[in-house]
């Protein structure tokens, strides 16, 4: 006799709603995967797939609107400078929060975070694109649970829930496109837009005595929200006016002003108010978007800017940098920007690319001056041969076996400005390749006096 208890009389099971449920739900899981890698098609849905899925290391970080998308376009492929995630004004200051916080959770923290935008302030959660930017494309819990806090609006919540938990929700508008096929854009449908609450509605009067008692719209607190990240990890945050016509520079002092309200409190903030620049009208296609003639236009005014960007990340990247390690694209760089540095050295390139840490001297013998005291600490690279290094300066000679591949060398210092003169074999990487090199380096550091010096091989 079966216990009352028994599994097999539990009556859930036999309930056909049940069973329903349960194939919907494996249903919907088994879609994440297929459905975002087929219909992930316009450009926010691509931005914040290459913001969870790619790898940056670049020192400086740039999110803002269209706007800014039109202004630094040219850089998006320089990857090792440049990490471009502007976007546009419909994910308002919330989906800009959201990128910068997925991106320092994925990524090497950027020297510098820039902000390009017209109206920064602008948006609460309410614009007629807010469903198809926003509520569709940031989907993370800890996402739905802060625009869950700010509105306090059981509907637009449960469509977030609703586009988190269910693909075929999230997608509907491309599937009923992809099987009754019309005419269409490249990019797809993007008209996911909420039909007008009625104002008798108890969620309209909900959200608009909780509108009320807040105070602050949704971009005032994601943009506190930014700022008090980058406050925590030491990021200047840095605001810049976006280039415009004359008639848009009201809108844009206006947003300055703002901006600078929380200089006060946060006072990592910067805002660029040099850069701002005037186009005539007639560079526009909409009066806030270039048009061909106006993107040849601003090309020095681009070049002006992205100089002092990246210089400006690139001076604060290596300043925070510990001298104890330095790679060897760390070098060249501070060599490129003049700042002070304890390795000045020549006649060598990257093994893999402009990204890489590791550099081929193009020499046997090379010079290496160091300006510090204790030890030089040489890091060879995975590429690197076997061969004897020596150090042709200095009383008495010193040389030391490096067995290939990476090998760390603690080299003795005998004062505070010291030029050595190494020699390597000279060796070709294989026989299409006609190049006489040297040893491959992958960093250089200072470490304080005593250290073990390694012993010298002959």
């Known amino acids: 006799m079966l216990s009352r208890f028994s599994i097999s009389n539990f009556k859930l099971f036999h309930n056909a709603g049940f069973w329903a449920l349960l194939i919907i739900v494996l249903i919907e899981s088994l879609l994440q995967a297929p459905l975002r890698k087929r219909f992930h098609r316009h450009h926010v849905d691509r931005l914040v797939q290459k913001v969870d899925e790619h790898t940056f290391d670049a020192p400086v970080l740039i999110l803002g609107d269209s706007i800014a998308e039109n202004v630094f376009r040219r850089v998006v492929p320089l990857e090792d400078r440049f990490a471009v995630f502007a976007s546009n004004q419909a994910i308002e200051m919330t989906g800009q929060s959201f990128i910068l916080q997925r991106y320092l959770a994925h990524n090497p923290q950027p020297a510098i975070v820039v902000l390009m935008a017209g109206m920064p302030m602008y948006g609460d959660l309410e614009q007629i694109f807010t469903e198809n930017y926003i509520q569709r494309v940031f989907i993370h819990w800890s996402e739905i649970a ?23 929700f999230r997608y509907r508008q491309q599937i009923r496109e992809s099987l009754r096929p019309h005419k269409s854009t490249e990019a797809g449908p993007v008209t996911y837009t909420a039909p007008q609450v009625p104002k008798w509605s108890a969620s309209y009067r909900l959200n608009q005595a909780w509108k009320t008692l807040r105070n602050k719209n949704a971009s005032e607190k994601a943009l506190e929200t930014m700022l008090s990240l980058t406050a925590e990890a030491q990021i200047p945050f840095v605001y810049i006016p976006p280039p415009g016509t004359q008639q848009a520079q009201a809108t844009f002092e206006q947003s300055m002003r703002e901006m600078s309200r929380y200089q006060n409190t946060w006072p990592h903030l910067e805002i660029w108010e040099e850069e701002r620049a005037v186009f005539p009208e007639d560079n526009f296609f909409d009066g806030t978007h270039f048009n061909d003639q106006g993107y040849r236009h601003i090309r020095p005014y681009q070049e002006a800017l992205f ?50 840490h ?19 600490i040489l890091e060879t690279a995975a590429g690197s041969p076997p061969g004897i290094l020596r150090i042709l300066s200095g009383s008495p000679h010193q040389a030391f076996k490096l067995t290939g591949g990476k090998q760390i060398l603690t080299i003795p210092l005998s004062s505070d400005h010291e030029r050595l003169r190494f020699s390597f074999p000279p060796w070709k ?12 380096i992958e960093a250089l550091g200072l470490a304080a006096a005593p250290a073990h010096a390694n012993s010298p091989s002959e």
């Not at 869950?148 to 829930?161: E, G, M, W, Y």
């Not at 501070?334 to 093994?351: D, E, M, T, V």
């Not at 081929?360 to 204790?374: A, D, I, K």
């Open 307 to 356: 100089l002092r960007i990246l210089t400006t990340g690139q001076r604060i990247d290596q300043q925070t940098k510990d001298l104890r390690r330095l790679n060897m694209s760390d070098i060249k760089t501070r060599n490129g920007i003049h700042l002070p540095q304890p390795f000045l050295l020549a006649n060598f390139y990257p093994i893999e690319g402009i990204r890489s």
């Open 358 to 376: 590791a550099f081929q001297w193009t020499q046997p013998e090379f010079e290496l001056t160091v300006n510090g005291s204790g030890n030089l």
């Open 146 to 168: 802060w625009m869950a806090q700010h509105t306090l609006d059981p509907v637009f919540i449960s469509k977030c829930i609703a586009y988190k938990c269910s693909p075929t």
């Open 429 to 440: 990487p294989d026989s299409n390749d006609n190049r006489t090199l040297g040893i491959a």
